[in-house]
């Protein structure tokens, strides 16, 4: 857990990001490449290679989708690149009938509150399928593992609808 | 601390002398330099004592005139005389046209990029913004004695993307400034803000130039200015709001087709008018040509409606970017108004109703990104050992791919910090397929024909392999200046693919450097001894960083590692002094660099390790 090792904190899911926030501009700090301006070019190179990995590893512990992807690769379940598809009916009905809903929000009545709705129950969903992923993640079950994984590929239907929910929220604003 | 240093031959005496380094505001309309003096940031003036210069290059058939005299011969030399082509820096022709439609230039292409015929023939964007930054060189130089300058921070608008960015820097390029970093102007100007202020919190920076508008949302925490999200509009400005007049102007003159000398003057009094009216409720302007003689009153009730879709325009931007910083308006602590653009009272008053605030204008518009660049410019030089300033930035817009269906698929998106490193893997959709092609592309829309085009790459020698079966793994790196490099490599055998780069826009690095070649002759320069004090400077610097990092860090080396170093180091004392020619130095510097390289690598780990010491897990 390279990435937890760097930022010099437990490796947990559940994070402390205002410790992440702080041990990230200490490290900035050190190599970002304008602290090592009156180098020479392959310090500047290498400056520019660290601070590079550490953005990415901030971005990668700061997101609850990536993060988990993370540690799971980490113990040798990588499903970032993956193409196959989720093996779940049910779970797969419920996102089109959210779908379904999501494109119907545009001529809702009330928009904003048909917004705050549907916000509401993307929020629940993140939590019924995020709650199980530190246990998971902390376990040496293969079993639980191959759990968080199924958990993940569920969370990233609801980060997409979080993001078409967004396109939309900025559409209505704009006009 | 000793009293006396001792030097030896060929090493500086004073390794913390102050170096003289200098912020520009390379801008549309005006540009500046400034430095930093005794701890204080100060512009630079003329002989006239004017710190702004007008961003204006004439062209004669044997000279050239930059600046406020040069600006005076728009209206009798409106072909010749270039104004405002910082707008047309990395872009096309048609792009120009669409965005500024009537323009008194002729264009032309050179060498496949845009330029302008003049009498002196084809001026392309970077070679008259290189004589802008000629003209600002010599005046700081002028200021200090004839003092080389060692390096500059030179600003661009956020929002400027790749193409427009490599465009200044190579216009530094062929000025002979060392371009230390390219900082965005908002951020710049947070920086002169926030030192002042000491002040610690979310600010919003609004800059309203004249031809581009940037809005950035930052933190500033800890001498830290960590830029959360920018946003922006890279040909909005100034210029767009005289424009609304101009047509103002033809509409009550009732006059439609303007010459190009006409067109100047109408240019010039809007702009005038735009000016007086920020101090007077009516202006009346007088046009005088062709033996014509009109009279349009403007109030400012009048200029306001007109302006008024252009300022709701940046607000919608300013919207996106608050958004995206991940912020409420009521979290935003400041506002700081930054551009010339931003004493127009509608400018003043729509931000201040958007952000609930009244926002900041202690520091003059016109200077606080010069300003800001020079105070980064100070620390960047080494004059300021013990700063703890640092300066987090981002990517204005996404980097993508051109997938099927002319689509773009994001690799980095927008208001990512910079510098970033990410990789796609890609694979070949044919039996035995050798090579690939590649289209980078800017922007935040879906089709590729919506976002910029900023090169094609062709991937050759892959190995003949089953479709589906080669897997090509393409890097996109984006530096601290906000520039982008990319490379490739099959990943299975290894191969490194060729890549063949083709800018899109902007010049490639054999036309710069054949235009510095051009530019040389011209001027009757002695090519050869400016490369060789440039290769001696650099020699110096090397040696300088390396005797203050072995001064620290020796520890990490062996003592046969330390004395290997050493000898290279004194070698290219050695040679820095003696040599002839810039290769030789050149050479000297590279070996030095490969000793080194290895120390390098140590001294970054163990700063990395250093940096939360004491913050170890079981103390969290």
């Known amino acids: 857990m390279r990435y937890f090792e760097l930022f010099a904190i437990p490796v947990d899911y559940n994070i402390d990001l205002a410790t992440i926030n702080k041990h990230y501009l200490e490290l900035q700090r050190a190599v970002h490449p304008d602290r090592h301006a009156s180098s020479s070019s392959?310090?500047?190179?290498?400056?520019?290679?660290?601070?590079?990995?550490?953005?990415?590893?901030?971005?990668?512990?700061?997101?609850?989708?990536?993060?988990?992807?993370?540690m799971l690769s980490e113990l040798g379940v990588d499903i970032r690149a993956e193409q196959q598809t989720l093996q779940?009916?049910?779970?797969?009905?419920?996102?089109?009938?959210?779908?379904?809903?999501?494109?119907?929000?545009?001529?809702?009545?009330?928009?904003?509150?048909?917004?705050?709705?549907?916000?509401?129950?993307?929020?629940?969903?993140?939590?019924?399928y995020s709650s199980e992923l530190a246990a998971q993640l902390a376990s040496s079950d293969e079993q639980q593992w191959q759990a968080a994984a199924d958990n993940i590929r569920k969370l990233k239907f609801v980060y997409k609808l979080r993001e078409e929910l967004e396109r939309i929220e900025d559409s209505l604003f704009d006009d | 601390m000793a009293l006396l240093q001792i030097a030896e031959p060929g090493q500086s005496?004073?390794?913390?002398?102050?170096?003289?380094?200098?912020?520009?505001?390379?801008?549309?309309?005006?540009?500046?330099?400034?430095?930093?003096?005794?701890?204080e940031a100060r512009t630079l003036t003329d002989l006239a004592g004017n710190a702004m210069l007008p961003s204006v290059v004439q062209y004669q058939a044997d000279s050239i005139v930059v600046g406020e005299q040069a600006a005076a011969a728009a209206t009798q030399d409106p072909a010749n005389t270039l104004i405002s082509v910082k707008r047309f820096l990395g872009k096309t022709q048609a792009e120009i046209e669409k965005s500024y439609g009537q323009l008194p230039y002729e264009f032309c292409e050179h060498d496949g990029s845009l330029a302008i015929s003049t009498v002196a023939g084809a001026i392309s964007p970077v070679t008259a913004s290189s004589e802008i930054l000629k003209t600002l060189k010599q005046r700081a130089e002028d200021s200090f004695a004839g003092q080389d300058i060692m390096g500059a921070v030179i600003t661009v608008p956020a929002y400027f993307d790749?193409?427009?960015?490599?465009?200044?820097?190579?216009?530094?390029?062929?000025?002979?400034i060392k371009v230390l970093r390219l900082l965005n102007e908002p951020t710049a100007a947070a920086v002169a803000y926030g030192l002042d202020s000491g002040q610690e919190g979310i600010i919003a920076?609004?800059?309203?130039?004249?031809?581009?508008?940037?809005?950035?949302?930052?933190?500033?925490?800890?001498?830290?200015?960590?830029?959360?999200?920018?946003?922006?509009d890279s040909s909005l400005g100034g210029d767009d709001?005289?424009?609304?007049?101009?047509?103002?102007?033809?509409?009550?003159?009732?006059?439609?087709?303007?010459?190009?000398?006409?067109?100047?003057?109408f240019i010039n009094k809007a702009k005038a008018c735009k000016e007086a009216l920020s101090q007077y409720q009516t202006v009346n302007v007088g046009l005088e040509f062709d033996g014509q003689s009109h009279k349009v009153e403007v109030t400012r009730e009048t200029f306001d409606e007109l302006a008024l879709s252009l300022v709701k325009k940046t607000l919608r931007s300013c919207r996106r970017a608050v958004k995206d910083a991940g912020i409420e308006n009521e979290e935003v602590l400041q506002v700081v108004m930054v551009g010339g653009s931003t004493r127009m009272p509608i400018v003043r008053s729509q931000v201040a109703a958007f952000?609930?605030?009244?926002?900041?204008?202690?520091?003059?518009?016109?200077?606080?990104?010069?300003?800001?660049?020079?105070?980064?410019?100070?620390?960047?030089?080494?004059?300021?050992?013990?700063?703890?300033?640092?300066?987090?930035?981002?990517?204005?817009?996404?980097?993508?791919?051109?997938?099927?269906?002319?689509?773009?698929?994001?690799?980095?998106?927008?208001?990512t910090t910079i510098p970033v490193a990410r990789a796609q893997e890609f694979t070949t959709f044919k039996d035995g397929q050798t090579a690939m092609s590649l289209h980078v592309l800017q922007g935040e829309r879906e089709l590729v024909d919506d976002c910029r085009s900023l090169a094609k790459f062709s991937l050759k020698g892959i190995p003949a392999m089953a479709a589906g079966a080669a897997h090509i793994r393409v890097t996109f790196k984006v530096d601290a200046d906000g520039l982008l490099s990319v490379s490739a490599m099959e990943k299975s055998t290894g191969v490194q693919a060729e890549i063949q780069v083709k800018p899109s826009f902007g010049l490639s690095d054999d036309q710069v450097a054949n235009m510095l070649k051009e530019s040389m002759t011209n001027a009757k320069d002695d090519m050869q001894a400016r490369m060789l004090k440039e290769q001696q400077v650099e020699a110096l610097r090397v040696v300088e960083a390396l005797d203050a990092s072995l001064a620290t860090d020796?520890?990490?080396?062996?003592?046969?590692?330390?004395?290997?170093?050493?000898a290279e180091i004194a070698k290219l004392v050695a040679v820095r002094e003696s040599a002839t020619t810039p290769t030789e130095i050149k050479a000297a510097i590279e070996a030095v660099d490969n000793a080194s390289s290895e120390f390098a690598a140590r001294r970054m780990d163990a700063s990395i390790k250093k940096a939360l010491q004491g913050q170890s897990v079981d103390e969290v």
């Open chain 1, 42 to 70: 392959r310090d500047k190179l290498l400056a520019v290679q660290s601070a590079a990995e550490i953005n990415d590893a901030l971005q990668t512990l700061k997101h609850p989708v990536k993060r988990a992807e993370y």
């Open chain 1, 88 to 128: 779940d009916p049910l779970f797969l009905m419920q996102q089109m009938e959210l779908r379904e809903e999501l494109e119907e929000l545009e001529n809702a009545a009330d928009p904003d509150a048909a917004i705050a709705q549907f916000e509401a129950q993307i929020k629940q969903l993140d939590k019924q």
């Open chain 2, 13 to 39: 005496a004073a390794p913390h002398e102050h170096k003289l380094a200098v912020g520009i505001d390379l801008g549309t309309t005006n540009s500046l330099v400034a430095t930093v003096q005794s701890g």
């Open chain 2, 162 to 176: 790749d193409a427009q960015r490599q465009s200044t820097k190579d216009a530094a390029e062929l000025a002979g």
């Open chain 2, 205 to 232: 920076v609004y800059d309203l130039g004249g031809g581009t508008f940037d809005i950035s949302i930052l933190r500033l925490h800890q001498g830290v200015f960590e830029v959360l999200a920018t946003g922006g």
């Open chain 2, 241 to 265: 709001f005289d424009s609304l007049l101009v047509d103002y102007f033809k509409k009550q003159t009732g006059v439609s087709e303007l010459s190009a000398s006409v067109l100047r003057l």
């Open chain 2, 355 to 415: 952000f609930d605030k009244e926002p900041l204008t202690s520091i003059d518009p016109d200077r606080v990104v010069a300003l800001g660049a020079a105070l980064q410019a100070d620390v960047l030089v080494g004059n300021k050992p013990d700063s703890d300033m640092l300066l987090l930035d981002v990517l204005p817009l996404s980097l993508g791919l051109e997938t099927m269906g002319g689509l773009v698929e994001k690799i980095i998106p927008r208001n």
């Open chain 2, 554 to 566: 020796s520890a990490l080396l062996d003592e046969q590692e330390l004395g290997a170093l050493k």
